[in-house]
């Protein structure tokens, strides 16, 4: 796991590798002058070295601790920027892999939880990453370094923390095999939290509209409760982790002051050493302390990093054939006994056995009931999903065999839900064409009806859409997107019910312009209004997954039961 983030450093390598010797340099002058203060007190002080030597030694000691202070500063400083780039590389390259995940991946791990692992695991992972380089170094050096100098002093005082170490061991291990779990219920609940903000925030014309703040409110807290207690439950068990050193640390030193005082006392030891024992006593516990508290931190990191990983180690549902097929010319579509099921597993055939020609150019309208698999089915074209058997081919080839972005650039979709970004008008249209230029883009947007509404905006083009284009309405909104798909100047264009909220009139000039803009283009639309179909050269009627049939309007008028149906309630609304 670590190897596989390591490339995350990029350029702040040098950093991580400055950290730990400016903190080296530090800890060596750290344990080096409590031996200094010993030797003021029991020659400068007790001994004969007299005023001259305390205050030679006395300076060297101040020398020594800036010098300490200034490597230490430098420590903290290639650190943070080692911490903090490794932060930014390591979202950029977790961003840019979602980036390839196909819908069945992004669904797989739910929007809500992609936000929390691009966030809050990343920020754990670099904050760890961060306090490991300052103790993963600091810790053992000064535990090593001031061991050697106890031991140096007297070896068999030093005795009393060796007692120590096993204590703290079995106390640490216990910690830290009940945190973990504790830790990761915790980010799971985070989880759920960002969705709920993420879904309330999205749809927050609809809370308002029905009047269900205060649900809402409800429906939050519960959830904002639930990772409360799941933090309490994992915190209040790493929290003991202090004074258990506490003690430790305390008890160590009333040992050593018990048994160091009688031997000053007996004259086998000095004032000065006694206390430059104690000093590397608390140097040592410190050093400890140090251990356990990176011992937790990569707990809690280890839960992130697990989290992390999975993202990195995800294979993306849909391969790109790099060694594919250039972009489709023609446009023609085959379904070859082609079914489909979301969920592996399930076998829930969403679409099963589809058998379909369409022609290069042809308009062809598919009508059917909600959940019979309309939008489901034109998703294959583009492969923006695979289908579970069979084939569809686009010219006569396996959608498979193009290279998936020639594919998509050929195949322009209009999506039921119209998304647009924040942003200029323009700066949409030209989203999936950056090189269009301005006629190109006013051709398009006068072919979606759009020109007109936009030029009587004041800054035309130019308008602010705002966060998922607040300021328009929903049926600009449509024609904007169908503009931007126009604009692409594809070979098969998908309109999935992408005209429910166009006005018939707006409708009709729409299907007129959409004509001449398209010209050669294979068209699908989907579709509830049996007249939004009335230019399609043939019409499929989907019922539960299936093709009932398909044929034109003339002819599914007089031989399709679920057509006349359709056609006759649509008709009484006429009526
Ligand atoms: N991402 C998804 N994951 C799992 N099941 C899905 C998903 N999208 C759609 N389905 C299911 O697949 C079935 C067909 O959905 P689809 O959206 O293709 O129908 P549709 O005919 O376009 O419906 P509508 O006219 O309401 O848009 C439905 O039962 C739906 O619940």
């Known amino acids: 796991m670590i190897r596989k983030l390591l490339p995350c450093l990029g350029t702040y390598k040098k950093y991580a590798i400055l950290t730990p010797l400016m903190i080296g340099i530090e800890v060596l002058l750290e344990v080096w002058i409590p031996w200094i203060m010993a030797s003021i007190v029991d020659h400068g002080i007790q001994g004969n070295g007299g005023i001259d030597y305390t205050v030679k030694m006395g300076l060297l000691m101040i020398i020594m601790a800036c010098c300490s202070l200034f490597f230490g500063a430098l420590a903290g400083k290639f650190a943070a920027q080692a911490g903090i780039g490794f932060g930014k590389n390591l979202r950029t390259l977790l961003f ?23 966030t809050t695991d990343v920020t754990n992972t670099q904050n760890a990453f961060m306090l490991l380089l300052r103790l993963a170094f600091r810790a053992p050096i000064m535990l090593i370094g001031a061991t050697c100098m106890a031991i140096y002093v007297n070896p068999h005082l030093s005795l009393i923390f060796f007692a120590a170490i096993p204590f703290l061991s079995i106390a640490l291990y216990f910690i830290l095999v009940k945190a973990h779990p504790r830790f990761l219920t915790m980010l799971k609940n985070y989880d759920s939290m960002n969705s709920i903000v993420q879904e309330n925030l999205i749809n927050i014309r609809v ?8 649900y809402e409110k409800q429906k939050f807290a519960k959830s904002a409760e639930a990772v409360r207690s799941a933090q309490f439950f994992a915190e209040k068990l790493v929290i003991l982790n202090m004074p258990l050193m506490e003690i430790c640390m305390y008890c160590c030193i009333i040992a050593v002051l018990w048994f160091g005082g009688s031997l000053v006392i007996n004259s086998t030891m000095e004032i000065g050493e006694l206390s430059s024992f104690i000093s590397y006593i608390m140097q040592i516990l410190i050093s ?45 579509i085959e379904f070859r006994d082609v079914s489909f099921a979301y969920d592996e597993l399930s076998q829930n055939l969403v679409l099963s056995h589809i058998n379909l020609n369409i022609k290069a150019g042809e308009t062809i309208g598919i009508i059917g009931g909600t959940g019979s698999g309309k939008s489901t089915l034109v998703q294959l074209i583009p492969r923006l999903y695979e289908t579970s058997t069979g084939q569809v081919f686009v010219d006569g080839k396996d959608v498979k065999k193009y290279r998936l972005p020639a594919l998509r650039d050929t ?12 942003g200029t008008i ?16 006013i051709a398009a947007c006068k072919a979606a009806q759009a020109h007109d509404f936009i030029m009587q905006w004041p800054e035309g083009y130019d308008t602010n859409l705002g966060q998922n284009g607040v300021n328009v309405s ?3 909104k449509q024609r904007l997107c169908i503009a931007r798909a126009l604009l692409k100047r594809p070979r098969i264009i998908i309109f999935d019910d992408s005209t429910s909220a166009i006005d018939t009139a707006t409708e009709n000039k729409l299907r007129k312009a959409l004509k001449e803009q398209v010209q050669n283009a294979t068209m699908i639309i989907i579709a509830q209004r049996i007249s939004s179909l009335s230019d399609a050269d043939r019409i499929i009627v989907m019922d539960d997954g299936k093709i009932d049939a398909f044929g034109s309007h003339q002819e599914l008028l007089q031989t399709n039961k679920i057509y006349q149906e359709v056609y006759k309630s649509q008709q009484k609304g006429v009526s």
């Open 96 to 118: 840019a892999k979602v980036q390839e995940f196909s819908f069945i991946n992004v669904d797989k791990f739910t929007t809500g939880s992609l936000v929390t692992r691009l």
């Open 207 to 214: 809370v308002k509209s029905f009047v269900r703040e205060n």
């Open 288 to 332: 400890l302390m140090m251990i356990s508290m990176l011992m937790i931190i990569s707990v809690l990191s280890r839960a992130s990093l697990g989290r992390i990983s999975e993202i990195i180690d995800e294979h993306p549902a849909l391969h790109d054939n790099k060694a594919g097929y250039a972009a489709p010319l023609n446009g023609s």
């Open 411 to 422: 195949v322009a979709m209009v999506l039921q839900k119209n998304l647009v970004f924040s």
């Open 426 to 441: 323009r700066e949409n249209l030209c989203w999936g064409k950056k090189d269009a230029t301005e006629a190109e883009m």
């Open 474 to 476: 929903g049926g600009q």
